[in-house]
């Protein structure tokens, strides 16, 4: 079974493009070199697709990974599926945030924590020098 594609920009890339040479579009959504494949699918039951163009020219290519015309962008991040699937990414990110949040403040309670015990080691050193 595949994974599905991730939201990797809620609109499409403009990219020029050059007639004759192979591209490959990232079709999961995870390459640090949007809108084209890195390699990060590995494992991921994705691939990129390959293709070519006719003319140099600015092209348009998808960025939510819904299209159904990969690698173009056929609008879909503003139809009722691309919205959603851009819902469902900001749910996630806020998730996560919430999630790095919460551990700072952990962090930060235990350091503080830390903090005080070394404080009152060092007061109670103090007392006893005297």
Known sequence: MSASPVLAKPGPYAVELEPGVDYYFCSCGK???????????????????????DEKKTYYLCGCKATENAPFCDGTHKKEKGIAKYNEFLLK????????LTAQKR??????GVAF???L??????VLRK
């Open 107 to 112: 962090s930060a309670n235990f350091l503080g």
């Open 31 to 53: 390459s640090k070199n949007q809108p084209f494949c890195d390699g990060s699918h590995k494992g991921s039951g994705l691939s990129p697709k390959k293709f070519t163009v």
């Open 93 to 100: 990110k806020n998730s996560e945030l919430q999630d790095a």
């Open 117 to 119: 015990a070394a404080l």
């Open 121 to 126: 080691g060092g007061l109670f050193i103090a």
